[in-house]
């Protein structure tokens, strides 16, 4: 499946931002979906996933309450909405067809999408 994030930019802490991640290729449902980040000089790090049906969803502690993860399997889009951002949230975010916390349970991935929130 080839995935394509987008929705990143320039936002103020406190703003809010949403994430896209269209995918193709491949059955869409078929797939739990994540969302990993990687800030500079840091490894890349879980953000989020939602099962196939968007049943169910887990967040990492640092972002649950703030961000919220969703699918539309129609539009073969996974959404990733973003309130109440700090300056800690800028990275290059990622979206991953897979399931689980850790990278190495995704087979696919975006390309990244960069989110910079300025203090």
């Known amino acids: 499946v080839q995935l394509q994030a987008s929705g990143g930019g320039l936002v103020q802490a406190g703003g809010s931002l949403r994430l896209s991640c269209a995918a193709s ?3 869409f449902s078929n797939y739990g979906m994540g969302w990993f980040r990687q800030a500079p000089g840091k490894e890349r790090e ?37 309130i109440s951002l700090k300056p800690e949230d800028t990275a ?14 995704y087979d696919f991935w975006g390309q990244g999408t960069l989110v910079t929130v300025s203090s």
């Open 46 to 82: 879980f953000v989020a996933a939602i099962s196939r049906t968007g049943g169910i969803t887990y967040y990492a502690d640092s972002v649950k309450g703030r961000f919220t993860v969703s699918r539309d399997n129609a539009k073969n889009t996974v959404y990733l909405q973003m």
């Open 25 to 27: 290729g491949r059955t």
């Open 92 to 105: 290059v975010y990622y979206c991953a067809a897979g399931a689980g916390r850790y990278y190495t349970g």
